[in-house]
T-cell receptor, first 117, second 118 residues
Framework: AQSVTQLGSHVSVSEGALVLLRCNYS??????LFWYVQYPNQGLQLLLK??????LVKGINGFEAEFKKSETSFHLTKPSAHMSDAAEYFC???????????????FGQGTILTVHP | GAVVSQHPSWVICKSGTSVKIECRSL??????MFWYRQFPKQSLMLMAT?????????EQGVEKDKFLINHASLTLSTLTVTSAHPEDSSFYIC??????????????FGDGTRLSIL
């Protein structure tokens, strides 16, 4: 079984400040990890993903995340927040156990990012 | 690329009505699509996995006779909420993964359907 824990349901930063959204996962197999962003009344947009290889992953809109196996973490960062970054962010882990799993995603509870001018 | 269209965006209907939601992958083929439900201020809950040409796989606790899923082609899956009641009101989101992709391929999401049952 897999699980995702996002530490902090709400994060507030000033425009231009560092953004850090925390995600820890539990998985019995090497994980595939994803970060998605959701704007109000919309679906989810993929920010970035980690599968194999380089542990520092760069995504869209200046976001990046680092996979740390020893810490079972996949925190999302952005050096300088922009007002348009205000949204809800979801970390997810993929089940790829094979058979009939079909790569289901398990989501964290989400973190709402507020950016102050 | 990888655009998923979901229709309608909003539905308001009377209790007892059946509602059909469509999920289309516009620029890729998707053997597997997923249907989620999201309650206000909560995360996404997987309802079922839809596979082209076969029966959907439902998550525990999801009534398959209540939420009918049809995945008749590689670009279209539909979710029908039968005899909808106020407790079925929610935000429904679909996603699709490219055919032939392995599990590290991301799911691409539609914009969701806001369903309100009066």
């Amino acid at each position: 079984a897999q699980s995702v824990t996002q530490l902090g349901s709400h994060v507030s930063v000033s425009e231009g400040a560092l953004v850090l959204l925390r995600c820890n996962y539990s998985s019995s197999v090497p994980p595939y990890l994803f970060w998605y962003v959701q704007y109000p009344n919309q679906g989810l947009q993929l920010l970035l993903k980690y599968t194999t290889g380089a542990t520092l992953v760069k995504g869209i809109n200046g976001f990046e995340a680092e996979f740390k196996k020893s810490e079972t973490s996949f925190h999302l960062t952005k050096p300088s927040a922009h007002m348009s970054d205000a949204a809800e962010y979801f970390c997810a882990v993929s089940d790829y156990a094979g058979g009939t799993s079909y790569g289901k995603l398990t989501f964290g509870q989400g973190t709402i990012l507020t950016v102050h001018p | 690329g990888a655009v998923v269209s979901q229709h309608p965006s909003w539905v308001i209907c009377k209790s007892g009505t059946s509602v059909k939601i469509e999920c289309r992958s516009l620029d890729f083929q998707a053997t597997t699509m997923f249907w989620y439900r999201q309650f206000p201020k909560q995360s996404l809950m997987l309802m079922a996995t839809s596979n082209e040409g076969s029966k959907a796989t439902y998550e525990q606790g999801v009534e398959k006779d209540k939420f009918l899923i049809n995945h008749a082609s590689l670009t279209l899956s539909t979710l029908t909420v039968t005899s909808a009641h106020p407790e079925d009101s929610s935000f429904y989101i679909c996603s699709a993964r490219r055919t032939g992709g392995v599990y590290n391929q991301p799911q691409h999401f539609g914009d969701g359907t806001r369903l309100s049952i009066l």
